[in-house]
Nanobody
Framework: QVQLVESGGGLVQPGGSLRLSCAASGSIFSIATMGWYRQAPGKQRELVAT???????NYADSVKGRFTISRDNAKNTVYLQMNSLKPEDTAVYYCNARPHISYSYWGRGTQVTVSS
């Protein structure tokens, strides 16, 4: 069974930074595309960033130049460095592991609140 545990969320002022971490159990990490998604109140869950097992990156336009996704296969961990945070970045951030196109796993999420 694969488990994903997010950490690093919290309250930060506009312009500040946070780093989210997602630790994965199980044996699929090295082959999985890992991703971060977010869901704001009243909105649908949306893609933030993904990183493939080969290191290819994809970002939502709204976070390009501000967020950086990375992975450490030795630690089974994926990170999301978030800089220049804005109030509209406020959401629950979810980690996703997709070892195959037909299925994926989700973490429980971590709250990020950007407010002065």
């Amino acid at each position: 069974q694969v488990q994903l545990v997010e950490s690093g969320g919290g309250l930060v002022q506009p312009g500040g930074s946070l780093r989210l971490s997602c630790a994965a159990s199980g044996s699929i990490f090295s082959i999985a595309t890992m991703g971060w998604y977010r869901q704001a109140p009243g909105k649908q869950r949306e893609l933030v960033a993904t990183i493939t097992s080969g290191g290819s990156l994809n970002y939502a336009d709204s976070v390009k130049g501000r967020f950086t996704i990375s992975r450490d296969n030795a630690k089974n961990t994926v990170y999301l460095q978030m800089n220049s945070l804005k109030p509209e970045d406020t959401a629950v951030y979810y980690c996703n592991a997709r070892p195959h196109i037909s299925y994926s796993y989700w973490g429980r999420g971590t709250q990020v609140t950007v407010s002065s």
